[in-house]
């Protein structure tokens, strides 16, 4: 499976953005997409997954109540969007896929390239 995330860019605070992820191979229903990100310095950590047959999704406490993540079966894709971002956010996301629920790296799979959101004061 290879991931191609898109949609970053610079934001300011309250502001929103919508990311997106093609997944080009088939992927299995035993499989969560999703997001991680990686701010400068800091390690890696999880953003929010879906599961790809029953759409469970799951959150980091953070970004809950702002983020939500889709996904779409028939197009391969799964979308975070977010909104009211803060400071905080800013970091390089990384779309991911891996064993349900794909919320720690350890069951990463799969990486798609970075895309880097920056949310300015």
């Known amino acids: 499976v290879q991931l191609q995330a898109s949609g970053g860019g610079l934001v300011q605070v309250g502001g929103s953005l919508r990311l997106s992820c093609t997944a080009s191979g088939s992927i299995a229903d035993n499989y969560s997409l999703g997001w991680f990100r990686q701010a400068p310095g800091k390690e890696r950590e999880f953003v929010a997954a879906i599961t790809w047959l029953r759409g469970v999704t799951y959150y980091t406490d953070s970004v809950k109540g702002r983020f939500t993540i889709s996904k779409d079966n028939a197009k391969n894709t799964v979308d975070l969007q977010m909104n009211s971002l803060k400071p905080e956010d800013t970091a390089i996301y990384f779309c991911?896929?891996?064993?349900?629920?794909?919320?720690?790296?350890?069951?990463?799979?799969?990486w798609g390239q970075g895309t880097l959101v920056t949310v300015s004061s």
């Open positions: 991911a896929a891996g064993l349900n629920p794909a919320t720690v790296t350890k069951l990463v799979d799969f």
